[in-house]
């Protein structure tokens, strides 16, 4: 985690700089506030990530002669077959296209959207999945 602190405060200074270089040539402020902001976003997790490295053990990126292998192993449970997120996915998509068409289209959208995500937090609490 140390590498990813020291990357994203890298990026931070190249932020700040390229905010000034660009707030002083083009004289707009919106983008200079967006470089701005996200500088200070940078500068939070680049400080997060290096204050964090101290408290957890060294990983495997943190040590130059590791192998790709040596952080191998359970990343985590995914759901091996789940039509829920391409519900989400729909009403989502229906649901941003709908700030741009008519707000109407919301009326459609937020109903597949709550199935969606009702469906997806409670899935394994239902059927063959549910635990007993």
Request: net charge negative.
């Amino acid at each position: 985690m140390k590498i990813q602190g020291k990357m994203f405060l890298w990026l931070s200074v190249f932020l700040l700089i390229m905010a000034a270089v660009y707030g002083v040539w083009s004289k707009e402020p919106v983008g200079t506030t967006a470089l701005v902001l996200s500088f200070g976003l940078s500068l939070m997790i680049g400080f997060y990530l290096a204050f964090t490295a101290n408290r957890v053990d060294a990983m495997a990126q943190d040590n130059k002669e590791a192998d790709v292998a040596d952080e191998a192993g359970e990343v985590g449970f995914f759901s091996p077959h789940s039509w829920q997120p391409l519900a989400l996915g729909v009403g989502g998509a229906l649901a941003f296209l709908g700030v741009a068409i008519g707000w109407w289209l919301l009326y459609f959208s937020a109903p597949l959207l709550l199935v969606g995500l009702w469906g997806w937090v409670f899935e394994y609490y239902r059927g063959e999945s549910q635990n007993q």
